[in-house]
């Protein structure tokens, strides 16, 4: 899976949770940028995305996460 693979299917899985089809992710987008991104919805995302790419991501990895590009990273990592 390339990089662009993860962010087409991540930028589904944002504008589904978040209800919001403009939501374009880059690497460095963070709750900040994402209105209603709040430590609830980062739940809701966390399992959406799990479910998506067919693996769990790890507590300590949710936690550390900063940015997008950090969570893409991550993908990339758990899908080898």
Known sequence: MT?????????NVFRDVFDDESITLNDEITA???????????I???VAVQDEFSF????????????????V????E???
């Open 32 to 42: 900040d940028d994402i209105e209603d991104w709040d430590s609830f919805e980062h």
């Open 78 to 80: 758990l899908g080898k």
């Open 73 to 76: 990273d991550i993908i990339l």
């Open 56 to 71: 769990k991501i790890p507590m300590g990895k949710v936690v550390s996460m900063k940015n997008v590009g950090e969570m």
């Open 3 to 11: 990089r662009e693979e993860v962010y087409e299917r991540l930028n």
């Open 44 to 46: 809701n995302l966390v």
